[in-house]
Structures are given as structure tokens and as C-alpha cells.
């Protein structure tokens, strides 16, 4: 039945957010040449699935597998208190249904969650679909490319907001559930400008770009919903205590 769940939705972005830094510009920046990097980034415009494409690729034709690229990912550290986190909703989990939603491809940040254990805590992923094919020993990752979109705030690869809306169609249970968006990037601020109500929260992470927009009042009218600024995971478990419905 639409809009039964009594659960309230995490969304979870992932660069910046769960992670200090970008994990795909970690593995590209550790592997690459400045020459390399120019080719394998120089798309036009900000597309994720083609410039992945392009460096897997780039790192078969050198018999480069995703085991040699392992340790780079698992290399990366989570952002200060995301642990915490982490374990304030496992310990809670009956309360929430928690979405990874991203604009990396899901291999490497499953692969890192996995690494990290804790996985499981996600019910649902949203991202670039991207798989190992043991028929393709030419690619080191199979990157699937979605449906394009004319989103000016997103990457070209996958609009945000079209893509929680294709999550809605297919689980219209919680389609009136409170929303806790923690995020900090500029494609974050289409979700939140096209969707989130008056009864959601945003937190974004201080000093980046989402923040950095809504230092404008041009979009900074267009939120609706309260919105935390936070440097540290307890910050997030406070402001879900506090304002969380269930």
C-alpha cells in the first residue's frame, strides 16, 4: 500500500560524506599519469561512467585486475564519527531504512563498504551499476551506462533525483516517510531542491559545496527542509535523535 512504512529514510551520499575524499579520484590520481589522467578525464563535461569506462579500460590494456586496485580503495578513511554512526543506526535498525545513493559506481563503493563492515546496514543502493565480467578478461570493470538526463546540478552519468523517484515507483510504502539526507555535495542539492519536504532534514557537511550554495540566497530559497551543517558523525546521530518521528 503507498506511503504505509512507518520507517524514516537515511539517505547516505558517499564521497565526502561517508569517506574524506573522493574514492574514484583516489584509485585514478594513485594509478595514473598526469597524461593518463588528462585522457581518462577529459569527457567534455562531468561524466562519471564514461571516464570510468575509459580508465578500466586503459588499466586491463596494462593487466591491471581489481585486486591490484583493492588496497588503494581500501586505503581510504571514514570521515571523522561516521563509524559512530554507522553504529548508532545497526543498533537502531528496526527505525530506518537506510539508501546509499551516489554518483560513483556501486562496485568500488560496495566493495569499500564491504571492506569496512558495514555493508549490511544499507537496505538499498542507488549509483552507476558496474560488475566485474568474468567473460571479459579485457576489463577490469563492465560500467553500465543509465538512461541520460537534463539535470544542469548532477553528473551526466545519473541525476539524483530521478533516480530516488525510479526508488519510489517500485517502493511506494515510503513514499510519505520522513527523509534524514546526509550529504555534502552539489548533486545533492537537486534531490533536495526537487523532493525533500518540510518535514525532512538535510545535514551537509560544513565547508563544502552544498554548504557553499546555500551561502546564496538564490539557493538557499529553494530548501525547504532544516538543514544541519556538520563536521563530525555525533552531530548527525544528535539531530536524528532529536528530530527523528519514530
Known amino acids: 500500500m503507498e506511503g504505509t512504512s512507518d520507517k524514516t529514510l537515511l539517505l547516505f551520499d558517499f564521497d565526502g560524506t561517508i569517506v574524506d575524499g573522493d574514492i574514484a579520484h583516489t584509485m585514478l590520481g594513485t594509478t595514473l599519469t598526469k597524461e593518463e589522467l588528462k585522457y581518462v578525464m577529459d569527457t567534455g563535461e562531468m561524466n562519471y561512467a564514461q571516464s570510468m ?9 596494462k593487466g591491471k585486475t581489481m585486486n591490484d586496485l583493492h588496497p588503494i580503495l581500501e586505503s581510504v578513511k571514514f570521515n571523522d564519527g561516521i563509524e559512530e554512526l554507522f553504529n548508532f543506526i545497526r543498533e537502531n535498525k528496526s527505525k530506518y531504512y537506510v539508501i546509499l545513493i551516489t554518483g560513483d559506481d556501486l562496485y568500488i563503493t560496495s566493495y569499500y563498504l564491504k571492506y569496512k563492515k558495514c555493508y549490511d546496514i544499507f537496505d538499498y543502493f542507488i549509483g ?3 560488475f566485474i565480467d568474468e567473460k571479459n578478461d579485457k576489463q577490469l570493470l563492465t560500467i553500465q551506462f543509465l538512461p541520460p538526463h537534463t539535470c544542469d546540478f548532477c553528473d551526466k552519468s545519473l541525476c539524483k533525483t530521478n533516480e530516488f523517484l ?28 526537487n523532493y525533500l519536504k518540510e518535514s ?23 530548501i525547504k527542509s532544516q538543514v544541519l551543517y556538520w563536521d563530525k558523525g555525533q552531530e548527525i546521530i544528535d539531530f536524528i535523535k532529536k528530530n527523528s518521528k519514530v
Not at 200 to 222: C, P, V
Open 200 to 222: 525532512d532534514f538535510i545535514a551537509a557537511r560544513k565547508g563544502f559545496s552544498f554548504w557553499k550554495l546555500m551561502q546564496k540566497e538564490e539557493y538557499n530559497k529553494n
Open 53 to 61: 569506462d575509459r580508465y578500466c579500460k586503459l588499466m586491463s590494456s
Open 128 to 130: 552507476i551499476p558496474a
Open 166 to 193: 525510479k526508488f519510489l515507483d517500485k517502493n511506494k510504502e515510503y513514499k510519505s516517510s520522513q527523509i534524514f539526507y546526509i550529504c555534502d555535495g552539489w548533486n545533492d542539492y537537486c534531490l533536495s531542491k
